[in-house]
């Protein structure tokens, strides 16, 4: 319990001390005001329910018409608030969960938390995407929902109980059953008594619905995943004629889905099968405590339509957690995902690179820089390397011996190794053999990470007709995400090199960026990126030497630790 305290405590904290916070606060206060004022409406119809009761029972015609205006009164202003209220929250629910979501990115986007939780082993989180897209909703509906019913439950339950105590001024004798004693107001006391019993067995019978909804929601997530995956990869998919292996996998995943969701239902069943029959006889229980008031001359009719209803809206508000218990656990096992998830990115974002980065004038040096693998084998070890404006360096060497992974490190994410790294640019630019493009036009993708709007238009233009996608520029002006999947391995490369042009950065590390090129296309694009960027220190990771290269130095990862130098 106290650590479900402390993630709620966590949650909540971060809404409130969001940008715009305190006026969550001051909206959630209208809120809580408006939903008291369905506490006094139905007050006032408990106090009309005896009016025009009694008014039927002396058969008095115009008192009836004036009850039932009344009524319409009270229908009409009730109805205006429940709206304003509604309406309220959900501007509300919508406020907490961009808090919830734009701290949640802050988290896992800092310092490259995301990569470091995705390679954890131990502490890794699965779905990261449901945890930001679905539980920050879940959590700030459920917060919102459960916290204000719960405070106008407790307000209402104070004001039933005052009318209740006032109506049920009478006692309830058991000797017709053989036992000499009398209970005062027993009316009250059997609202308590009968709530507490059924509260109790809701507990018992839907404990276990906490861990089938958690469970529930991660195989939701994986088959969603599944599928948004096979989404990136249509190309791959129908060259191997992999079409029944992902469905084979599909069913599989939905297969574990629907077996979690028969232990779901039949664990709603378990408490289903107390809990309705309870709601749909909630409303008349009360009639049948009240009567032995009525029969005993206590209470008149009107009076007892009066006792019954009061006594039924103390139940109703006593019930609040049986009628809540399954949103109640929903909302429990939402707010340890997400919780548990911001946690690990907090963790994961405090990373330090261990190759250490440091500013100066001009130039680039790498001194003692080595990879380890995570197992603490050492992979890589570079000699002393001092570049200078304009230098291209290539760094060669065999599949699998680390130098995609000596890429990390210089970028400051691999956390095996050691080194220093001097450079002019606090933010030098890597660029992978496989770039990431984002949703957009082919001009957006050029521009990434930077918005197209940062560059002249005229500048992307260039960029693009110099890596040779003059022909893609019209036709793909407003390209989806789906368009640039079409793009061909050589096309996506000379895309992500265009990107190289634009950003012209002062040092860049290119990871295999142009091995779906022949040779011939390869030597004129380095070509032009040089003739481009004649001051930029470019580093290259490839298998192959890239021709006609001035100020090329090249270094062999297999062998250790000469600097060779060639210039062509």
Request: charged content about 20%; hydrophobic content about 50%; some cysteine.
């Amino acid at each position: 319990m106290l650590i479900l305290f402390r993630q709620f405590k966590r949650l909540i904290a971060i809404c409130v001390s969001a940008p715009g916070g305190r006026f969550n606060l001051v909206l959630y206060g209208l809120a809580v005001a408006l939903n008291l004022g369905s506490v006094y409406a139905a007050v006032r119809l408990v106090q009309w329910t005896g009016e025009f009761y009694s008014a039927i029972e002396k058969v008095n015609g115009p008192e009836v018409l004036r009850q039932i205006g009344i009524f319409a009164v009270i229908i009409a202003a009730n109805s205006a608030r429940g709206l304003s209220y509604e309406y309220l929250r959900k501007v509300l629910e919508i406020r907490l969960r961009r808090a919830l979501t734009d701290h949640a990115l802050l988290l896992w986007t800092r310092n490259k938390a995301f990569w470091h939780m995705a390679a954890d082993p131990v502490d890794r989180i699965d779905n990261p995407d449901q945890r930001i897209a679905e539980d920050c909703r879940l959590f700030a509906r459920g917060l919102l929902g459960e916290t204000l019913d719960l405070i106008g439950e407790i307000v209402g339950l104070f004001s039933y109980l005052t009318v209740l105590w006032g109506l049920s001024n009478f006692a309830l004798s058991l000797a017709p059953i053989g036992i000499d004693l009398e209970l005062p107001r027993y009316m009250v006391w059997a609202a308590f008594l009968y709530v507490a019993i059924s509260s109790l067995v809701t507990h018992l019978l839907g404990r276990p619905l906490k861990g089938v909804l958690a469970e529930q929601q991660h195989r939701e997530a994986s088959f969603r995943f599944s599928m948004a995956r096979w989404r990136t990869a249509f190309d791959e998919v129908a060259l191997s004629n992999g079409e029944e292996a992902e469905k084979r996998q599909f069913r599989q995943r939905f297969d574990d889905l629907a077996e979690n969701w028969k232990r779901l239902i039949r664990a709603e069943l378990v408490l289903g099968s107390f809990t309705f029959p309870f709601r749909h006889s909630v409303l008349r229980i009360p009639l049948f405590v009240a009567l032995p008031g009525y029969l005993a001359g206590h209470v008149a009719f009107g009076g007892l339509m009066q006792l019954s209803m009061a006594f039924s809206q103390v139940v109703t508000t006593l019930s609040w957690f049986i009628f809540s218990y399954r949103d109640l656990a929903e909302l429990v096992a939402t707010a340890s995902r997400l919780d548990g998830f911001l946690q690990a990115a907090k963790r994961h974002g405090s990373h330090r690179p261990v190759v250490a980065r440091s500013l100066q004038e001009t130039g680039v040096c790498l001194r003692h820089v080595e990879v380890m693998a995570s197992d603490g084998r050492t992979l890589l070890r570079l000699p002393d390397i001092t570049l200078a404006p304009g230098d291209t360096l290539l760094l060669r060497g065999r599949s699998g011996i680390g130098k995609t992974t000596l890429v990390k490190a210089l970028a400051g994410f691999w956390p095996h190794g050691g080194g220093k790294l001097a450079i002019p640019d606090s933010e030098p630019f890597f660029l992978p053999q496989k770039a990431y493009f984002p949703m957009g036009s082919l001009a957006a993708a050029a521009a990434y990470p930077a918005r197209i709007e940062d560059f002249d238009t005229h500048a992307v233009q260039n960029a693009l007709t110099d890596v040779g996608l003059a022909h893609l520029m019209h036709k793909r002006q407003a390209a989806s995400d789906g368009d640039l999947a079409r793009l061909s391995g050589g096309e996506l490369q000379r895309l992500a090199l265009a990107r190289l042009l634009l950003h012209r950065p002062r040092f860049a590390v290119l990871d295999e960026a142009t091995s779906s090129l022949d040779h011939a296309a390869e030597t004129l694009l380095l070509q032009t990126i040089r003739s481009r960027l004649p001051d930029t220190i470019l580093i290259l990771i490839a298998h192959r030497l890239p021709q006609s290269l001035q100020n090329l130095k090249i270094h062999d990862l297999d062998l250790q630790p000469s600097l060779l130098s060639a210039s062509r």
